[in-house]
T-cell receptor, first 111, second 115 residues
Framework: DAKTTQPTSMDCAEGRAANLPCNHS???????VYWYRQIHSQGPQYIIH???NNETNEMASLIITEDRKSSTLILPHATLRDTAVYYCIVRVALNDYKLSFGAGTTVTVRA | KAGVTQTPRYLIKTRGQQVTLSCSPI?????VSWYQQTPGQGLQFLFEYFSETQRNKGNFPGRFSGRQFSNSRSEMNVSTLELGDSALYLC??????????????FGPGTRLTVL
């Protein structure tokens, strides 16, 4: 059963912010939202995660709605190297040892 | 800090052969998880090792096995290769994925092709 829903694909202009939505309407109170990305044929790369509050790191920002049913990953200044498949997952950190990715969003950054 | 490394990066084998893949985790990480990724099945969990013990196992046949050494490096072995074993094999390391907010970091993967 799918825990998250993401758009299949989206385009973004180089230098502009890329806003990637994710719906997780059945998220539980102890589940975290994680984002990974995978550039073609490479290993997935951890981006960011959060529980309730908005989070920011050197790669991206994560905005989680107050009801926690959806979130948005923001890449502030997209570059061509950000072209990848982005996966949004929910995960109970404790005892949730295995990751499972859905289809993700294929993001294409265009010059 | 160096990331997760996997060797070899590419491998071509024939049906019936066996293969051993290696993974070196991030320094200080004691947990290593292995995943198989294919276009059709997506990311599937194989097994997880922590402090040289297999703690968790996915739903794969016994042809898939692994081990972890005292320095946390891990190997996985696939015996009697089948065409369907062609995949990207990923290793991920973490301090302890059963701990709070622990994050798994992936290596670049080993692309296995079975002919």
């Amino acid at each position: 059963d799918a825990k998250t829903t993401q758009p299949t694909s989206m385009d973004c202009a180089e230098g502009r912010a890329a806003n990637l939505p994710c719906n997780h309407s059945t998220i539980s109170g102890n589940e975290y939202v994680y984002w990974y990305r995978q550039i073609h044929s490479q290993g997935p790369q951890y981006i960011i995660h959060g529980l309730k509050n908005n989070e920011t790191n050197e790669m991206a920002s994560l905005i989680i709605t107050e009801d926690r049913k959806s979130s948005t990953l923001i890449l502030p200044h997209a570059t061509l190297r950000d072209t990848a498949v982005y996966y949004c997952i929910v995960r109970v950190a404790l005892n949730d040892y295995k990751l499972s990715f859905g289809a993700g969003t294929t993001v294409t950054v265009r010059a | 800090k160096a990331g997760v490394t996997q060797t070899p990066r590419y491998l071509i084998k024939t049906r019936g052969q066996q293969v051993t893949l290696s993974c070196s985790p991030i320094s200080g990480h004691r947990s290593v998880s292995w995943y198989q990724q294919t276009p059709g099945q997506g990311l599937q969990f194989l097994f997880e090792y922590f402090s040289e013990t297999q703690r968790n196992k996915g739903n794969f046949p016994g042809r898939f096995s692994g081990r972890q050494f005292s320095n946390s490096r891990s190997e996985m072995n696939v015996s009697t290769l089948e065409l369907g074993d062609s995949a990207l094999y990923l290793c991920a390391s973490s301090t302890n994925p059963q701990g709070p907010t622990d994050t798994q970091y992936f290596g670049p993967g080993t692309r296995l092709t079975v002919l």
